[in-house]
């Protein structure tokens, strides 16, 4: 049977929330990565150094003890953010970053930044600390089509912040345009960007066509086959400009199966396998390690693991759900098969 060892890779975007969810979701991720840049999107933000401490350590308790996972920690912009905060982010030795989130792009984004040229002080002191600036990159502008946020942002937002500072390095979270993959090849070497399993493996017929599909909504929401086929060149390029952040992002089943169902994909589960089958049909399986477990501790600056994950090619079927009937979350490909698997 076919396998794959591939140094042990890192998530370098997660959602693992807190409280029950995070019990439920962490053990996916711990057994098969190393490490992950934990998302601070909770409810309420986790905004200050102590925060993220404190969130760490709830996390740290939602290890599997067998696990020698490591959650890396990032604070969430506000205009509220104090400048001697992202000093003490700095010297500490577990936030990792800062994510912005323009206020209502996304869940639990109402905390975020209406206006991004009112933190351009705080911008110049995460380039001044060397801090990277994770960034969900849509335009919240209500008219704009939700198709378009992403491109829009690009040409405007984003360009500007990378021409005024241009020693910030920035990730481009969750590229889902073939504008997104453009901008951040033609930018320099402080700019990357992370790619989901989704937008890897569907397009939006998976949402729409034949039936709205609500395991399939996340934003920024999945584009059309031109934009997919641009990730996934982009993503087995070998260019370490791009690499591995699932943003798995769970939700209770109820409220994604909902009239207004909430955003986000539910992937932990066979993270590392949906990105092996998207590189098989790409048929580039040997650029996976890199993408997987090279290019993002690059990046960020932090040792390559050691340890190392074997794949075997063989058929299972998704579960329908995880967890209990009060803490069901739905995930991606839910009853369907996945023809990697981790042994
Ligand atoms: O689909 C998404 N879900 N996109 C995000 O940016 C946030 C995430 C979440 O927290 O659920
Ligand atoms: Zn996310």
Redesign the pocket.
Known sequence: MKTLTLIKPDDWHI?VRNGAILKTVLPHTAKQFGRAII?P?LKPPVTTVDQAQAYKTEIMAAIPVDSEFTPLMTLYLTTQTELSEIKKAAESSFVHAFKLYPAG????SDSGVADISAIYPLLAELEKYDLPLLI?GEVTDPTCDIFDREQRFVESSLTEIVNKFPNLRIVLE?VTTTDAVDFVLKAGPQVAATITPQHLLFNRNALLAGGIRPHYY??PIIKRESHRQSLVNAATSGNPKFFLGT?S?P?LTHTKENACG????FSAHAAIELYAEAFEQADALDKLEAFASFYGSDFYRLPRNTATITLQQSTWTVPASYGTDEVKITPLKAGEEIHWKII
């Open positions: 959602h998302m999107n792009a996304t869940t639990n969900h969750h996340c934003l943003d992002a939700h909430c955003a986000g994909c």
